[in-house]
């Protein structure tokens, strides 16, 4: 069944495609609210706020088939909400948090994972979430701006500026064979 079935299904009150919708994004949800703040239990707390909020306000979801950035915003917004509160730094400079996103049960990927969470110690942290939102969350541009409050073009210029970067330390790597 898609995606903007199962909203409308649950915009009717359907528990069990809201279920379905949230099966679907669950991984992905928790390793981002992973990479904001952590720690495991802080991130399991903002997951399951996420999904109560987006449980309680589906009804506002326009595009359905927008479903998985809808529910990707409001995970974040509840990310920096508590890192705020917390009085926390907004940053992603753990060397180890970008493992838990790029594991795989594949000894290849293993490999290139670790390139790859090696390329993105040398990222700042605002050039590190736009390319986490776009390549591991599929969200354009646009969307990203929105989610940042920053202008397109900013965001453009953080993601240029990070894959060129990226390049020469993954030059070797899979990204270009």
Known sequence: MDIASLVKKAKKGDDESFELLIGSVREKLY???YVYVRNE???LDIYQEAIYTAFTSIHTLKKPERFSSWITKILVFKSIDFI???S???TTDDENVFAGLLS???ADSSLHSMDLEE????LNPTAKTIVLLRYYHDLTTKEIAALMKSPEGTVKSHLNRAKKQLRPILKEGYLYE
């Open 84 to 86: 705020r509160k917390e």
């Open 119 to 122: 390329a993105f110690t040398s």
């Open 41 to 43: 239990q802080d991130a």
């Open 31 to 33: 390793r981002t609210a």
């Open 104 to 106: 795989s049960d594949n």
């Open 88 to 90: 926390r730094h907004f």
